[in-house]
């Protein structure tokens, strides 16, 4: 079993830079595959990206593809979001979740949750 706990959030400009972080709990961290969501105002929840156990194994949505980069560090339990150039519609609650073994897109898919994290985008 994991815990997670979502930070970095916060109100940020157009253009801005955020880091968010996903601290994870638990001895075996390393056999979770991790995903990023998001969920703005009035829509459904969609996928963001997700990363491999090892760290390889990487996707994004295509809105987000060469802006945001997802990486983790298992020594440290913890799994990062950069998020480069961002832009008013990126403006949403961000997730963390986690699933044993392999990735997936689907948010579905995942068990565990964090609490989430909002990241607000002005223009």
């Known amino acids: 079993q994991v815990q997670l706990v979502e930070s970095g959030g916060g109100l940020v400009q157009a253009g801005d830079s955020l880091r968010l972080s996903c601290a994870a709990s638990?001895?075996?961290?390393?056999?979770?595959?991790v995903g990023w969501f998001r969920q703005a105002p009035g829509k459904e929840r969609e996928f963001v990206s997700t990363?491999?156990?090892?760290?390889?194994?990487?996707n994004y949505a295509e809105p987000v593809k060469g802006r945001f980069t997802i990486s983790r560090y298992n020594a440290q339990n913890t799994v990062h979001l950069q998020i480069n150039s961002i832009k008013p519609e990126d403006t949403a609650v961000y997730y963390c979740?986690?699933?044993?073994?392999?990735?997936?897109?689907?948010?579905?898919?995942?068990?565990?949750w964090g609490q989430g994290t909002q990241v607000a985008v002005s223009s």
């Open positions: 638990g001895r075996t961290f390393v056999s979770y595959a």
């Open positions: 979740a986690a699933r044993l073994w392999a990735v997936s897109t689907n948010a579905i898919d995942y068990g565990y």
């Open positions: 990363i491999g156990r090892n760290g390889g194994n990487t």
